[in-house]
């Protein structure tokens, strides 16, 4: 039972490169969420997903895209990654009430 | 929109009790959450503490809500430099359909010396 998975765990990207960051859970757990953290800011929610099929934006969306391929993965996409996008990426998943984070993706863009 | 609200610094000798506070806005909470986040670590959940409660222990840690006041504390007994740390006090806003969308506070970190 891996729990919260993310993939990379590191990545460097030039501005206006594009990437897509990969989450996935194997606790059946139906909502799913992205963040970032960012030192002095805490976490802040940029989408989520409620249930397979649905997403919705949270408090920082701008320039980010989603996919909820399936129960299990929860992909984020920057299509044109800016300097601003430098920071560390936190999928979490939750049963209710209870909310687990994955590992986190430290990315840097130059 | 909601907040919530924790001093950023907090410096105890091994051995003593730590007490990190924190303050929330939100009037409906139904759960209230203390994460740990080790350094280079993912966030890892604590405790968390029923909104209809005012007290919660588990082995070293003490949670108390004041849910008049809409303050919450985590008290770690027994203070060791393992728990040296960033401390998360995070709100459930149960929005948006979802099983819990968490607002965080900016998050404590916890020095312990020996």
């Known amino acids: 039972n891996a729990g919260v998975t993310q993939t990379p765990k590191f990545q460097v990207l030039k501005t206006g490169q594009s990437m897509t960051l990969q989450c996935a859970q194997d606790?059946?757990?139906?909502?799913m969420y992205w963040y970032r953290q960012d030192p002095g800011m805490g976490l802040r929610l940029i989408y989520y997903?409620?249930?397979?099929?649905?997403?919705d934006k949270g408090e920082v969306p701008n320039g980010y895209n989603v996919s909820r391929l399936n129960k299990r993965e929860f992909s984020l996409r920057l299509e044109s990654a800016a300097p601003s996008q430098t920071s560390v990426y936190f999928c979490?998943?939750?049963?209710?009430?209870?909310?687990?984070f994955g590992p986190g993706t430290r990315l840097t863009v130059t | 929109g909601e907040d919530v609200e924790q001093s950023l610094f907090l410096s105890v000798r091994e051995g003593d009790s730590s007490v990190i506070n924190c303050t929330y806005t939100?009037?409906?909470?139904?759960?209230l959450y203390w994460y740990k986040q080790e350094p280079g670590a993912g966030l890892q959940l604590l405790t968390y503490?029923?909104?209809?409660?005012d007290m919660k222990q588990d082995q070293r840690l003490t949670v108390l809500l004041n849910k008049k006041d809409k303050h919450l504390s985590l008290r770690i007994a027994d203070t060791q430099t393992g728990d040296s740390a960033i401390y998360f006090c995070?709100?459930?806003?149960?929005?948006?359909?979802?099983?819990?969308?968490?607002?965080f506070g900016k998050g404590t970190k916890l020095s312990v010396k020996p």
């Open positions: 979490a998943s939750s049963t209710p009430g209870l909310q687990y």
């Open positions: 606790m059946n757990h139906n909502s």
């Open positions: 997903s409620a249930s397979e099929g649905t997403t």
């Open positions: 939100d009037s409906s909470s139904t759960y």
């Open positions: 503490i029923f909104s209809n409660m």
């Open positions: 995070a709100d459930n806003l149960n929005y948006g359909g979802s099983q819990g969308n968490l607002i």
